[in-house]
């Protein structure tokens, strides 16, 4: 007797089987099964059966956040693990705000309304910010003019909402559904009235645990819903105060443009913040940053599952990434460590390095934040964090490829482009960020397979240190590669040094001693500033091919050249060096304090060098692709 397949999901199999079956039983061995009714009750009922298993299968994949497609799948699960997905972020800028009142004015204090607009135009667009906070200053006289500064205004791009729920006996917990989906939940307010008729408020804070909330404790929770829209819960008189029936609940926040306001810088402000007649000037500290759109379906199945495993708190390396990456959209990558792996160890510190999204930057209010709202409440007391910002290091490539034109149809133009192509994603998938290494096998293997035709590739590597110089000022600049370098191949842009009272136009060249020998290249050697022609007009530095380190000290750079604003200081790599790592840790000694200072190349991104062919500055390109077709044994 033949068996059903009941494993089969492909509605043709399901009917085959169906036929199968049915053919093995004596009561239908005539039937035609093509020509009769009873094909379209088969039909039924493999349309059925593939339904149900269809169903199920969606079911089941629903369950988990690895495999959920639908957004308030991956939301619901992502809830129960105790993570709120980011909302709509709104751009904030630091600016300063001189208020010079008319001479009617009397007041010795003026106050800066939380509700007061500021106005930046950016690519034809024009967007309001407001202050997150109400502020008051007092009167200054400045050359005889007196004025009110209000200093680092923190200001947060968006609209203005207000939103009035009334408290039902049937509904006191919530939820309250805020009816806007760009909503920043970053600056949701939540104020009780206690009815119609009494007209008293109280401001209610927000919470993101249920660590030490009591019965009478006034707080609510924010959550997003199965609609994609946040909502509002407050407490049931256990966990969190209860509501009354008849309490009013004014919801304020910003909604928010998202990423569009990012990079405003220039201010402006129609209200009036002292009376008729002032005149209002803003300067800005710190551009617009921050703005972000909501967090996607992928960010969510990313992050909620490392998020839970921090549990709320932050002990390990890997609890800090999670918190700081989860509470800022600007930021990119992140690499922590612990002060006692410094030599000798510093206890009671953790290094923290931030790498921002491209085109964003990374304030100190940021770094502010961090330390007070996400790190200081989740970590063990005496723990200080020390920001380190990240370095770049720049590597230049210079590849040829061999090729076999019989196995392609591709130009060499072609064929050039499809290795550039391969760079590219192995740079954008593997690189940029912290805590990310070159390995050469590896790019070797992504060119290798980009054509079918490549027959062997060969990849020369340097590397590039940028250095903003301070001009026209004496100056120590100590450049750490990381890596063992090759002699006789430092070189550098053009820039204008002044010695002895002549001013040359130089590039760097490195000379080594003469113990510095094959094939170990073990040593030291000098650094010369070298005019276009060869002439050494004089030694400006030394360099330690084992550590990567050049000094230059006490040089004073007069100018770079074209529009340069970085010194860009090239080195190959010694023949040995394969990988370039970003995982050890270098250490000095600041002499000057007798501290140890950490100077760690995990804070290193590496970087592909956009550098381009420029005899005014005296430019490389950063990469050089060749391929060359295969010469045909004879």
């Given at each position: 007797?033949a068996q059903?397949?009941v ?17 093995s ?6 039937y ?9 009750l088969i039909d039924?009922?493999a349309?059925?059966t593939?339904?149900n298993g ?6 089941a994949?629903e369950?988990f ?6 957004r308030e ?6 809830k129960s ?5 980011r ?14 009142p008319?001479s009617?004015?009397?007041?010795t ?9 500021l106005?930046?135009t ?7 910010f407001y202050?997150i ?5 007092s009167a ?5 003019v007196?004025?009110?500064i209000f ?6 791009e968006?609209?203005?909402v207000?939103n ?7 509904n ?6 805020i009816p806007?989906?760009s909503?920043?939940?970053t600056?949701?307010?939540a104020q009780i ?8 408020v109280?401001?209610?804070p ?6 030490d ?7 609510f929770w924010?959550?997003?819903?199965i609609?994609?829209?946040?909502q ?9 105060q209860k509501?009354d029936?008849?309490n ?8 928010s443009?998202?990423?569009g ?8 402000c129609s209200?009036?913040?002292s009376?008729?007649?002032e005149s209002?000037a ?14 996607t379906i992928d960010e969510i199945r990313f ?10 708190r932050?002990v390990t ?8 990456l989860?509470?800022n ?10 002060g006692?792996k410094?030599d000798?160890?510093?206890?009671g510190r953790v ?6 999204v491209?085109?964003?930057?990374i ?6 934040n ?6 200081d ?9 020390v ?9 230049t490539?210079?590849?040829s490829?061999t ?6 149809t591709?130009?060499?133009g ?17 690189l940029?960020?912290?805590?990310k290494?070159?390995?050469y096998?590896r ?14 590739t ?5 590397v590039?240190?940028r ?11 100590t450049v750490?590669?990381?890596q ?5 191949e430092?070189?550098?842009?053009y820039?204008?040094v ?10 760097l060249?490195?000379v ?5 020998v094959?094939p170990?290249y073990?040593?030291?050697?000098v650094?010369?500033?070298?005019t ?9 530095g030394?360099i ?7 000094d230059?000290p006490s ?7 074209g ?10 790599v ?6 370039i ?8 000694s600041?002499t000057?304090?007798?501290?140890v200072?950490a100077?760690p190349?995990?804070?290193t ?12 500055i005296n ?16």
């Open positions: 007797m059903l397949n494993s089969e999901l492909d509605f043709d199999n399901i009917k085959a089987n169906l036929k199968t079956y049915l053919q039983q004596t009561e239908f061995e005539d035609n099964f093509e020509g009769s009714a009873l094909a379209v039924l009922l349309y059925n593939h339904y269809m169903l199920a299968h969606m079911l994949n369950n956040i690895d495999t959920a497609i639908k799948s991956v939301v619901s699960i992502a693990i105790g993570y709120t997905p909302s709509n972020l709104g751009a904030s800028a630091t600016v300063d705000i001189t208020v010079t008319p009617s004015f009397t007041s204090t003026l106050s800066l309304s939380r509700n007061i607009v106005s930046s950016k690519d034809g667009s024009t967007y309001s202050p906070n109400d502020s008051v200053t200054q006289v400045i050359d005889g007196t004025k009110f200093k680092d205004v923190i200001v947060k968006g609209r203005r207000t009035a729920f009334t408290i039902a006996a049937a006191t917990d919530g939820p309250y559904i806007n989906a909503v920043d939940t600056t949701i307010r009235q206690t009815s119609l008729s009494d007209l008293s109280t401001t209610w927000v919470s993101t645990t249920m660590l909330i009591k019965s009478d404790t006034k707080t924010i959550e997003e819903g609609d994609g829209l946040f509002l819960r407050f407490g049931d008189g256990v966990l969190g509501l029936t008849g009013i609940l004014n919801v304020d926040y910003i909604s443009s998202g990423t306001p990012n990079g405003c810088k220039t201010f402006g209200n009036t913040i009376s008729s007649g209002i803003i300067t800005t500290s710190s551009p617009a940053s921050g703005g972000a759109t909501q967090e992050n909620a599952p490392r998020y839970n495993a921090t549990r709320d932050a390396e890997q609890d800090y990434k999670s918190l700081i989860q509470s959209s600007n930021i990119q990558s992140v690499s922590v460590w612990g006692e410094n000798p160890p510093m206890y290094f923290i390095s931030l790498n921002p491209a085109g964003q930057i304030t100190e209010q940021d770094k502010d961090i330390t007070n709202s996400v790190i409440p989740k970590t063990p007391v005496a723990i200080r964090p920001f380190v910002d990240p370095e770049y290091t720049y590597l490539l210079t590849i490829s090729y076999d034109p019989k196995e392609t591709l130009t060499k072609q064929l050039e482009t499809a290795i550039q192509t391969a760079v590219t994603e192995y740079f954008t998938t593997k940029n960020k912290l805590n290494s070159f390995y096998s790019l070797h293997d992504l060119i290798n397979s980009s054509t079918d035709s490549i027959i062997s060969n990849i020369q590597l340097g590039q240190k250095v903003k110089p301070t001009l026209k000022s004496q100056h120590n600049y750490k590669f990381n063992k370098l090759q002699p006789n430092i070189s550098s842009t820039f204008n002044t010695l002895s009272g002549v001013t040359y136009k130089v590039s060249e490195d080594p001693a003469s113990t510095v094959a170990l073990s040593g030291t050697g650094v010369n500033a070298v276009s022609d060869g002439q050494v007009v004089g030694e400006v030394t330690d091919y084992d550590s990567g380190t050049v230059l040089i004073v750079i007069d100018s770079l050249y529009t340069e604003t970085h010194l860009r200081i090239n080195s190959g010694h023949k040995s060096v394969k990988d790592t970003t995982q050890a840790l270098v250490r000095t600041d000057s304090t007798a501290a200072v100077k190349s995990r804070n991104v590496l970087i592909l060098d956009d550098s381009v062919i420029n005899a005014t430019s490389g390109s950063g990469l050089s692709i060749t391929a060359n077709k295969e010469v045909e044994e004879v």
